[in-house]
């Protein structure tokens, strides 16, 4: 199994990522610069989080045109797991292998904290060995997390159920209070149609550690390992 | 050729005595370009003309400390091959004049003194000080610096992990951004800055070069006045994700065996870089500035070597490996550009469009550099008689509410949050705790850090002040049960040439001398602001301390929030009840007379031995040193944070004001299970340090006595909305 | 020659930013201003060539990294050199 994790220039958790997705999947994934044409052969690519070209323009906008992107897209549309983290969710929706944008906190604010989530999708390739609607905590930290969409793409995400985490409390309660962002629909992480790439915006690779405090980001590797197999 | 006339050798700086040294070494008049030169490297900034002859009186070294003061940055040795890079730096005018801005490039700065050394820097710290919470600048500066900080450090991918929050008058118009940085690096791969080998190249990496913060070292050591807002147009502006590129270029390109020495250009810019890098390795550099990257056009001389454009290195490298080193930067995107070359000359010279504007021996800048032993006189508060703090009917529970909520004791929540404090996955102790802990990434053991000061201690007793912030610090590592190691500090005063500023900061020194000293936590890095005085009016004297500590192993350490119903609360150390200078004495009776408390720093050293051990060795994982606000405080926060109540067991007689909030040093409270009881208090009691049992932790109350309960969520209310309150309000 | 390319955010969209800055005028004392858009302004310089050319290269580098078209519409100006 082969695993390629794409910097960026300002990528900055990609260390982060390869360290969790080593953990589970028990090999050193490839970390792949932007500038490559080629990509090497990958059962999974991770575009991880960060603040790539500064974040300048629009988050994501100009890593969205790398090199490396015609082949990740190509790969995509051809079935390879594709996950992008914050940043890397970003970049997913600038290239429109996942609907919607990103845009700046509802309170303007970066926010950095735990948060619980709602796994609204536990059948999905990256999310099977959750319990359905498990409450779960994994931390965000965003300047532009607000999952933004026209009332067409919402109704067909929601109706496709391409929703795999949603914002909620502690006790699962889904509203206004409980949105940290803004997110329509407290939407934290879709999966597209095909089902094979998913964009979320909190960190689950820094949540697989029990001495930094959470590991509720360890199901979420498993899954897509197990998925893989 | 611009005349040099007695106004321009005015506005840069120099007194007459300096100027005829000048016209005497050289034997001629300067040139503008030279003058330049002799104004930054003999500014307060670079040399701390006013503060070295004090300086050099602290502790630099143990046996831990590979580097003191001198470099880039301290280091300090881990074990098993690691090192630890820090220092602390303060960037307090340009914050005032462009709050976001001033904070972000401060910690450009502090940053790159760190990965210049080849550390990875892995924590970021931050001290600030703002005026009166109802002063009509302070929430735009709060806002702003926050912001700043965050965006840059946040961009960077380096965690923002502790600091400090103070609101005080005395800052009104001159805000404190003191900013830290932690790196790790492998202690054989360490670089310095000393320039050696006749005929290497001297190397210019990084940004362009633009006419950014022209006159800022300068600006540093001025006094603001009214038209302080017309010097906008000289603070620099950052870009994080140039700095992210150079980090990670030269992190790179060091682990080749290529760069000779490195330093990075901050205040006065390639000037600074140069003499220092030179005069270091005693030999002459020659510069030509028709190959320096520029961004403006037609740039003079004089504005290319003074330029504050951030994210700039330079490097020596030998002729023959610059190519290999051109590809690294080229890859990230950044400007190579060879500028220049070491001579033996042991002069600097600069060549601009086939002229010489600048030949000055290397010699007569460091031995001309000036050196004050300025007047002082240390003045400390009269003693007075505390018993008028204690004549109040205000019940305890209501006093307990208002200083929770208040500005300086609430949680600082709101700003911390704004940074990212997990990014590198290694934080294993967040924010908000006495020290925060960052794993040395792939071991188990981690360095603690924390920053400190308690200004109105030294207002009140400079002496006694300058101990207690050291003690404080020291104190903050030990409280997470890490062994602290040294410390940075970044030492804020007013103006100089007041012999009582000048006694404020003779004083702390001397109290930082004496606690180095016996805690056996020495200084490594650090930086001196002076001159911070609007209309003559100073700030309180501000000795910021940044401590770094280790912890062999993360089996075992502590943190402040109650973990268990029905443990046994105890403090360490003796209760005086002090409560002159305390957060008490200024929140309920406006009142600030007094001494602070006395420290004892042999106590203190035997107290937080006892308290390490009983973390290492006997377990205990509930620990939180006693400071701003005293007692019942520092319950609270331990109650708040772990969602735990307490109830108070104490003689009749301790019930009051000075026991609950006096806030005397040298003491700890800590949380031991009912089976660990009788060990601990075995051990405590042959250490011979005074403790006393206080109660119990229990359900969702705190319980003081009888008539003073309240519940852990109003508390919490209380605590942790106070900012939020504040920015929503007009 | 010289492109000013103006982006605005579509109706529609929320733009925190806008009504940020719309809340603090209103508290500065500016009742009048009912709304504020906040939106970016790309400067651009060419190599000088016919208007027509110019006018194609910035529609194709505003649409493929200027502008987010899900979000954001763009408008173009051309000015000639003197």
């Given at each position: 199994?082969?695993?390629s994790v ?10 982060d990522v390869a360290?969790s997705?080593?953990?589970v999947?028990?090999?050193n994934p ?6 490559e044409?080629t990509?090497p052969?990958s059962?999974?690519?991770?575009l991880?989080g960060?603040?790539?070209?500064g ?5 994501g ?5 790398s090199?490396?992107?015609s082949?990740?897209i190509k790969?995509g ?5 594709i ?9 997913l929706?600038e290239t ?6 990103l845009?700046?906190?509802?309170d ?14 536990s059948?999905s390739?990256?999310t099977h ?9 994994i931390p ?5 997390g607000?999952y933004?969409?026209d009332q067409?793409t919402?109704?067909?995400i929601?109706?496709?159920?391409l929703?795999?985490f949603?914002y ?7 509203n206004d209070?409980?949105n940290?962002n803004?997110s329509?629909n ?12 998913l ?7 820094r949540a697989?550690?029990k ?5 509720d980001?360890?199901?979420f590797f498993?899954?897509?390992?197990e998925?893989i197999? | 050729m611009?005349?040099i006339?007695?106004e321009l050798?005015d ?6 005595k300096e100027?005829?040294?000048?016209l005497?070494?050289l034997?001629?008049e ?5 003058l330049?030169?002799?104004?930054a490297?003999?500014?307060?900034h670079?040399?701390?003309?006013s ?6 009186k602290l ?6 400390v590979i ?15 690691d090192a630890?890079?820090?220092?602390m730096e303060?960037?307090n ?6 709050p976001?801005?001033?904070a972000?490039t401060g910690?450009?700065?502090i940053?790159r003194?760190?990965?210049?050394m080849g ?8 001290s ?6 109802n ?8 806002t ?9 450090g946040n961009c960077?991918?380096v965690p923002?992990v ?9 800052y ?5 951004v ?5 790196g790790?690096?492998?202690?054989n791969?360490?670089?310095y800055?000393?320039?050696s080998?006749i ?16 006159h800022?070292?300068?600006?540093a050591?001025?006094e603001?006045?009214d038209?302080?807002d017309?010097?906008r ?6 870009d994080?994700f140039a ?16 760069i000779?020495?490195i330093?990075d250009m901050g205040?006065?810019?390639?000037t ?5 890098m030179?005069?270091k390795g005693?030999?002459?550099i020659?510069?030509?500035l028709d ?5 403006e056009a037609?740039m003079t001389?004089?504005?290319m ?6 994210e700039r290195m330079l490097m ?9 080193a051109?590809?690294v930067?080229?890859?990230w995107g950044?400007?190579f ?8 000359t042991?002069n600097?010279v600069?060549k601009?469009?086939?002229e ?10 460091e031995?001309?550099a ?6 002082y ?16 009917d ?6 307990l509410?208002?200083?929770i909520s ?12 704004q ?7 290694d934080?294993?102790?967040?924010p908000?705790g006495?020290?925060a802990?960052?794993?040395?990434h ?8 924390c920053?400190?000061s308690?200004p109105r201690y030294?207002a009140?007793d400079?002496?006694e ?8 610090s ?5 409280s997470?049960?890490a062994?602290p190691?040294a ?13 009582e ?9 001397n109290?930082?001398?004496?606690a180095c000293?016996?805690?056996d ?13 609007t209309n003559?009016k100073?700030i309180n ?12 192993s993360?089996d075992?350490?502590s943190t402040p929030?109650f973990?268990?119903?029905n443990?046994n609360?105890?403090?360490l150390g003796?209760?005086?009840?002090h409560?002159c200078?305390?957060?008490f ?6 009142d600030?007379q007094?001494l602070p ?15 390490r051990?009983?973390?290492?060795k006997l377990?205990?994982d509930?620990v ?6 005293g007692?019942?405080?520092a ?5 708040i944070?772990?969602e735990i109540?307490?109830?108070l067991n104490?003689d009749k ?7 609950l909030?006096?806030e005397?040093?040298g003491?700890?409270?800590?949380s031991?299970?009912?089976?660990n009881?009788n ?10 340090i005074?403790?006393l049992s206080?109660g119990k932790?229990n359900?969702?109350?705190i319980?003081?006595?009888?008539d003073?309960?309240i519940?852990?969520?109003e508390l919490?209310?209380l605590y ?5 309150s504040y920015?929503?309000s007009n | 020659m010289k ?7 579509k ?18 004392g500016f009742?009048?201003?009912n709304?504020?858009?906040q939106?970016k302004?790309?400067e651009?310089e060419i190599?000088?060539i016919n208007?027509n050319?110019?006018?194609?290269i910035v529609e194709?580098a505003?649409?493929q ?8 519409d ?5 000015i000639?050199?003197?």
């Amino acid at each position: 199994m082969e695993i390629s994790v794409i910097v960026f220039p300002g990528s900055n958790c990609d260390r982060d990522v390869a360290v969790s997705l080593k953990k589970v999947f028990k090999r050193n994934p490839k970390m792949v610069w932007h500038k490559e044409q080629t990509l090497p052969k990958s059962d999974l690519i991770v575009l991880p989080g960060g603040f790539s070209y500064g974040d300048y323009l629009r988050c994501g906008s100009m890593a969205a045109n790398s090199p490396i992107m015609s082949e990740i897209i190509k790969c995509g549309e051809n079935g390879t797991f594709i996950i992008g983290i914050c940043n890397g969710f970003q970049i997913l929706t600038e290239t429109n292998l996942l609907p919607g944008t990103l845009i700046r906190n509802r309170d303007l604010s970066f926010i950095c904290k735990n948060l619980p989530l709602k796994v609204e999708n536990s059948k999905s390739r990256f999310t099977h060995k959750y319990s359905a609607n498990e409450i779960i905590e994994i931390p965000v930290a965003h300047n532009e997390g607000n999952y933004f969409a026209d009332q067409k793409t919402i109704k067909n995400i929601e109706d496709k159920d391409l929703v795999v985490f949603r914002y909620c409390n502690k006790d699962g309660i889904i509203n206004d209070e409980t949105n940290p962002n803004g997110s329509k629909n407290n939407i934290a992480g879709i999966i597209n149609e095909q089902g094979n790439i998913l964009g979320m915006m909190p960190h689950p690779e820094r949540a697989t550690d029990k001495v930094a405090g959470l590991i509720d980001g360890e199901k979420f590797f498993i899954s897509v390992l197990e998925s893989i197999q | 050729m611009i005349k040099i006339t007695k106004e321009l050798i005015d506005e840069h700086g120099i007194n007459e005595k300096e100027y005829s040294f000048i016209l005497e070494s050289l034997g001629r008049e300067p040139t503008i370009t030279e003058l330049g030169i002799f104004s930054a490297m003999w500014s307060e900034h670079c040399s701390y003309k006013s503060s070295k002859t004090w300086l050099k009186k602290l502790p630099t070294s143990n046996d831990k400390v590979i580097q003191g003061p001198g470099e880039n940055a301290g280091v300090i040795d881990l074990g098993d091959g690691d090192a630890a890079v820090f220092k602390m730096e303060s960037h307090n005018h340009p914050s005032y004049i462009e709050p976001y801005q001033g904070a972000a490039t401060g910690v450009g700065g502090i940053m790159r003194d760190v990965f210049t050394m080849g550390a990875r820097p892995v924590a970021l710290l931050n001290s600030l000080r703002f005026g009166d919470i109802n002063h009509s600048k302070t929430k735009h500066l709060l806002t702003g610096v926050v912001s700043g900080i965050g965006g840059y450090g946040n961009c960077m991918g380096v965690p923002t992990v502790g600091g400090e929050v103070e609101f005080n008058a005395c800052y009104n118009d001159n805000i404190l951004v003191n900013a830290m940085c932690v790196g790790i690096a492998k202690i054989n791969k360490i670089f310095y800055s000393k320039a050696s080998g006749i005929g290497n190249s001297v190397v210019y990496v990084g940004s362009k070069t633009g006419r950014d913060g022209i006159h800022g070292a300068t600006m540093a050591s001025a006094e603001f006045d009214d038209s302080s807002d017309e010097k906008r147009p000289t603070v620099q502006v950052g870009d994080p994700f140039a700095e992210k590129l150079l980090l990670e270029a030269c992190l790179e390109l060091m682990k080749e065996d290529i760069i000779i020495a490195i330093q990075d250009m901050g205040a006065a810019g390639l000037t600074s870089s140069a003499v220092e890098m030179a005069s270091k390795g005693n030999v002459g550099i020659d510069l030509n500035l028709d190959k320096l990257p520029c961004r403006e056009a037609l740039m003079t001389a004089y504005e290319m070597m003074l330029s504050e454009s951030q994210e700039r290195m330079l490097m020596i490298i030998e002729p023959e490996k610059e190519k290999e080193a051109k590809s690294v930067f080229d890859k990230w995107g950044l400007d190579f550009a060879t500028i220049g070359v070491l001579t033996n000359t042991n002069n600097i010279v600069i060549k601009h469009e086939s002229e010489i504007k600048a030949d000055i021996p290397l010699n007569i800048l460091e031995s001309g550099a000036p050196s004050y032993n300025r007047p002082y006189k240390i003045v400390t508060n009269p003693e007075v008689d505390q018993s008028y703090l204690l004549k109040s009917d205000k019940k305890i529970i209501d006093i307990l509410k208002k200083l929770i909520s208040s500005p300086n004791l609430c949680s600082r929540r709101w700003v911390w949050e704004q940074y990212d404090h997990m990014v590198m996955n290694d934080t294993i102790l967040r924010p908000g705790g006495d020290s925060a802990i960052i794993r040395v990434h792939g071991t188990n053991k981690a360095l603690a850090v924390c920053s400190d000061s308690t200004p109105r201690y030294c207002a009140a007793d400079p002496t006694e002040g300058g101990k207690q912030a050291v003690a404080e610090s020291w104190r903050n590592i030990t409280s997470v049960g890490a062994k602290p190691i040294a410390i940075t500090d970044c030492m804020n005063f007013g103006n100089p040439e007041k012999e009582e500023i000048m006694g404020q900061f003779a004083g702390v020194i001397n109290g930082m001398v004496e606690a180095c000293e016996i805690l056996d936590y020495p200084v490594v890095s650090g930086n001196v602001s002076l001159y911070n005085e609007t209309n003559g009016k100073g700030i309180n004297p501000t000795p910021a301390i940044g401590g770094v500590g280790l912890l062999e192993s993360l089996d075992h350490f502590s943190t402040p929030n109650f973990k268990r119903k029905n443990d046994n609360i105890i403090i360490l150390g003796d209760t005086k009840g002090h409560l002159c200078q305390s957060v008490f004495a200024y929140e309920i009776f406006g009142d600030s007379q007094g001494l602070p408390p006395k420290v004892d720093l042999i106590l203190e050293k035997k107290t937080g031995d006892l308290v390490r051990n009983l973390v290492t060795k006997l377990k205990i994982d509930t620990v939180h040193d006693i400071s701003d606000g005293g007692l019942l405080i520092a319950l609270t926060e331990m109650s708040i944070s772990g969602e735990i109540g307490f109830q108070l067991n104490i003689d009749k007689s301790n019930l009051n004001y000075s026991f609950l909030f006096g806030e005397d040093q040298g003491r700890y409270i800590i949380s031991i299970e009912d089976k660990n009881l009788n060990d601990a208090i075995e051990y405590i009691e042959k250490s011979n340090i005074s403790y006393l049992s206080i109660g119990k932790t229990n359900g969702k109350k705190i319980k003081i006595d009888r008539d003073n309960e309240i519940d852990i969520e109003e508390l919490r209310d209380l605590y942790e909305n106070w900012f939020k309150s504040y920015l929503k309000s007009n | 020659m010289k492109a000013l390319v103006k982006i605005m955010p579509k109706k529609g969209v929320l733009d925190p930013q806008g009504k940020a800055i719309e809340k603090s005028l209103n508290q500065l004392g500016f009742s009048q201003i009912n709304s504020v858009i906040q939106g970016k302004l790309i400067e651009i310089e060419i190599d000088s060539i016919n208007e027509n050319d110019a006018q194609k290269i910035v529609e194709d580098a505003s649409k493929q990294l200027l502008a987010n078209l899900v979000i954001e519409d763009y408008e173009i100006t051309i000015i000639k050199d003197e």
